[in-house]
């Protein structure tokens, strides 16, 4: 039985701009180039990413280690009818294939990294992409995350007869550089509701300390992007960012 959270996934962001996620990844690794590309796609969710993705791409490989994301990315991905995409659970260190010509992490993944696994994971990757590939990613600013921490807030959103209304309620440890979003969701379609919670655990990187990582892991040319305002640079006070790094 898949969890609510996952369940109701798409509707919950029913609001977020896939489109113009995929667009940035084009303008920054360059449309021709993706066209012709062997992409590695890390947390790949519901897939909504992955499709659009896939229509680009000449040949994907998608990774979602969250079993339920993973069930229902299959789903999407099959019902699309995607013969290039490849999904796999397998996590990045346990992935056979390699050879990637850029790799791609949406909705902030980096974050779900526990700072004991940053360096391996970035070598992972990597080892698994081919000199000049690209990475791109777009995360939170660990720095001005802890400077201007999230606040809690209540999203309410309606279309058609389903109504949703989601209760977010953050908790923030500066010492271990953590943001844990604690979410009660209220979804109502037509006469029936469902009440449930979902808790995210976030590790926010100081940006200094991923670009070391980086560069230890074997990456240069690493550049910041403000998420909102892209294609303006990102600055000290860029809350949520674009990063573009290349392998050496």
């Known amino acids: 039985m898949v969890r609510p959270f996952a369940r109701?996934?798409?509707?919950?962001?029913?609001?977020?701009?896939?489109?113009?996620?995929?667009?940035?990844l084009s303008t920054?690794?360059?449309?021709?180039e993706l066209c012709t590309s062997r992409v590695l796609e890390i947390g790949a969710g519901t897939a909504s990413h992955t499709v659009r993705l896939a229509s680009r791409a000449k040949e994907l490989v998608s990774l979602e280690i969250d079993l339920d994301f993973a069930m229902l990315a299959r789903r999407k991905v099959e019902a699309t009818a995607h013969a290039n995409v490849q999904l796999s659970s397998r996590p990045l260190d346990q992935l056979v294939?390699?050879?990637?010509?850029?790799?791609a992490a949406f909705f902030h993944v980096l974050n779900y990294i526990a700072p004991v696994d940053h360096s391996?994971?970035?070598?992972?990757?990597?080892s698994r992409l081919v000199?000049?590939?690209?990475?791109?990613?777009?995360?939170?600013?660990?720095?001005?995350?802890l400077r201007d921490p999230p606040r809690g807030e209540i999203r309410d959103k309606t279309f058609g007869t389903t109504t949703i209304q989601q209760k977010i309620t953050p908790t923030v440890d500066a010492i271990a550089r953590t943001v844990t979003l604690g979410y009660e969701i209220d979804f109502r379609q037509g006469g029936n509701i469902e009440?449930?919670?979902?808790?995210?655990?976030?590790?926010v990187w100081p940006l200094s300390d991923l670009q070391a990582r980086l560069a230890e892991a074997g990456f240069t040319d690493i550049q910041f992007w403000d998420w909102r305002r892209f294609p303006a640079p990102a600055t000290p006070d860029s809350w949520r960012i674009w990063m573009r790094a290349i392998r050496r």
């Open 8 to 24: 109701h996934y798409d509707a919950i962001y029913s609001d977020k701009d896939y489109d113009s996620d995929i667009g940035v």
């Open 28 to 32: 920054l690794c360059g449309s021709k």
């Open 97 to 103: 294939d390699g050879g990637f010509d850029g790799a």
């Open 120 to 126: 391996s994971f970035l070598k992972a990757l990597s």
């Open 131 to 145: 000199p000049g590939a690209w990475f791109v990613t777009d995360l939170w600013n660990g720095d001005a995350v």
């Open 195 to 203: 009440r449930f919670a979902e808790e995210l655990k976030l590790y």
